[in-house]
Structure formats: C-alpha cells, structure tokens
T-cell receptor, first 113, second 112 residues
Framework: DAGVTQSPTHLIKTRGQQVTLRCSPKSGHDTVSWYQQALGQGPQFIFQYYEEEERQRGNFPDRFSGHQFPNYSSELNVNALLLGDSALYLC????????????FGAGTRLSVL | QKEVEQNSGPLSVPEGAIASLNCTYSDRVSQSFFWYRQYSGKSPELIMSIYSNGDKEDGRFTAQLNKASQYVSLLIRDSQPSDSATYLCAVKDGTSYGKLTFGQGTILTVHP
C-alpha cells in the first residue's frame, strides 16, 4: 500500500522563477492538503483540495495556487518566488471527514537563491 | 496569541524516564487533536490522535485531553534515545474541511 508520495525531493530555484510540486495521495484517500514548514517552525496550512476544488485556504498570497486531478493527485504552484519561500513543502492526504487522520509525504525541500 | 502553543524546549530526559509534552489551544471549537513526531530532515509522522476528554494509551505513549482547559499532552514512558525528535501538537476544527493547525514543536532529547 503506497503512502503519500511527493516529487521532486529537492529543488533549487532563483528569485522570480516559478515552481511546481507534485503529490500522490495514499491509496484510498481523496483529500490533499499542502503545508509549508520553515526551518524550526511547525507546518503552516496552505490549502486543501477535495473533488478537484480548493476547499479551504490558509494565509498565503495568490502566488500560491494548486490543482487536484481526477485521480486525486495534486500540484502546488508558486509564482514569482521569493527568498522567504525557501522551506519544506509537505503534502498530506486524508479521507474527507472532520477529524480524519492526515498522513504526510516525505516533502519537497525548496531552496530559493 | 498563537492558536496552538507548545511548552518551550528543548526537553532533555534520561533513558527510561517519562517525557511530558504539553500543548494548549485557543479555538474552543477544536474537535480533533494529534501528536506528530518529526525526525530531523524528515516529514511529520502521526503517532497519536485523541478526540474525547481523558486519556488514550498506545504502547509507551499516552495522550491526555482536557477540553475545558483547552489542554492536550503527550506522555512517553520508558523513553528511548530513538524517541529523540521534534514533537508537534496539531489541532483540527470541526468543519468538514478542517485544516490542521500546528504548534511550533518541542525538541525532545533522550540521553543514555
């Protein structure tokens, strides 16, 4: 049973560039959430996708956008990268239900130079 | 005021001791509570969930929840060096699309 998979594992970009991160949820899960974790901090919620729609969004600018595909996989796009976007980006999958357990992928480490 | 606060670390305990990790939350409508363990350079790993007041035990781990005091804790009995990690407290509200809100984490070191 495959867990949550993310790609790529590491990424280096320069300021102003755009980046796309990918996530495949755990088998049987239909909801994908994205989190940003800066060094030494807890993860911060970016947004959540269910049935191919953004259902909830955290306090992140419009430079952060996403998509969910019919097979439940998801992408996170970040435009006009800033140095402050350097972080570990985590994808979590779950079944749509309040309180349902969220399982994290290994994350993508993004460095913006 | 932060939404989820954890006791400041780092916390250092000897092998075999009980490690106590604490967390308070501000949103009274919170319904679900989780503890994640995160090793350095890795992603968070779910170790406990708790939804009702009281204690929940799973092996060496016990989660405690007091909704009236808006307090949740994690006890690790017989601590091992392999328990050394950052422990993250997370809270989810009761909405259909509830998001996880995390504390800043507590670094635990278990020394032999």
């Amino acid at each position: 049973d495959a867990g949550v998979t993310q790609s790529p594992t590491h990424l280096i970009k320069t300021r102003g560039q755009q980046v796309t991160l990918r996530c495949s949820p755990k088998s049987g899960h239909d909801t994908v959430s994205w989190y940003q974790q800066a060094l030494g901090q807890g993860p911060q919620f970016i947004f959540q996708y269910y049935e191919e729609e953004e259902r909830q969004r955290g306090n992140f600018p419009d430079r952060f956008s996403g998509h969910q595909f019919p097979n439940y996989s998801s992408e996170l796009n970040v435009n006009a990268l800033l140095l402050g976007d350097s972080a570990l980006y985590l994808c979590a999958s779950s079944l749509r239900r309040a309180g349902e357990l969220e399982y994290f992928g290994a994350g993508t480490r993004l460095s913006v130079l | 005021q932060k939404e989820v606060e954890q006791n400041s670390g780092p916390l250092s305990v000897p092998e075999g001791a009980i490690a106590s990790l604490n967390c308070t939350y501000s949103d009274r409508v919170s319904q679900s509570f989780f503890w994640y363990r995160q090793y350095s350079g890795k992603s968070p790993e779910l170790i406990m969930s708790i939804y009702s007041n009281g204690d929940k035990e799973d092996g060496r781990f016990t989660a405690q929840l007091n909704k009236a005091s808006q307090y949740v804790s994690l006890l690790i009995r017989d601590s091992q060096p392999s328990d050394s990690a950052t422990y993250l407290c997370a809270v989810k509200d009761g909405t259909s699309y509830g998001k996880l809100t995390f504390g800043q984490g507590t670094i635990l070191t278990v020394h032999p």
